[in-house]
C-alpha cells in the first residue's frame, strides 16, 4: 500500500467493476469489516487467518483486497480473510493504516503457497507517469516488509532514512497528477 493516501474504494464504481472482471470474472467484490485478532501480525494475513482456523474453525478465504491511489491506481494485493462458521467474512489482521473495512474480491483459482504475489494495478493516469509512482511503491512496500520482518518497529529511524526519499518522488508525481486531474 502506499503510506497512507492509498485506501479503500468508498463505494464499487464501473472502473472498480471492469478491474475486479479481469481479476476474477465470475466474482463480485464485497466489502468485508477489519476486525484485528489480538495476536495477527502486521502485513502477515495467511499465516493470521490459518492459525485463526486451526483455534476457532471457520475457513480461510483467499482472494484480493483492492484499494484505490486517487488520480493514479487501483490495485489488487493478494490477501486472505476469515469466513466464520456463520459464514461471515472478517478481515482478521491489522489494516495498514487503520482503515475499518477493506474491499475484498475472492479468488477460487489461487491460494497461498508461501510466496509472494505480485500486485495487479489499473491506471488511472498517464502510463508513464504512473508507472514509475507504482515502480517507486514497489520498492518501498519491499523495504518496509523487510524492515518489518528484521523487528524494526514503524517510527525506528531506519524507516525515515531508508523510504523518506522515496516517498518525497512519489509525493511529487502525486501532486502533479492531481494537478492535471
Known sequence: MTFGTQHPPEKIDPQIVAFCGQLCPKTKPQFVPVRPEADAKILDCHPNVAAKVKRDGGSQVFGWQISVAPHLFLEAQFHSVWRSPDNKLLDITREEFGHPKILF?????????????????????????????????????????????????????????????????????RAELMKKA
Open 105 to 173: 474480491l475472492e479468488d477460487h483459482h489461487r491460494s497461498y503457497i508461501g510466496t509472494r504475489v505480485p500486485h495487479e494495478r489499473f491506471s488511472l493516469g498517464p502510463e508513464d507517469r504512473v508507472s514509475r509512482f507504482c515502480e517507486l511503491a514497489d520498492k518501498s512496500q519491499m523495504i518496509l516488509q523487510d524492515l518489518i520482518s528484521a523487528g524494526f518497529r514503524a517510527g525506528d529511524p531506519v524507516f525515515r532514512a531508508r523510504l523518506m526519499p522515496l516517498q518525497q518522488e512519489m509525493e511529487s508525481i
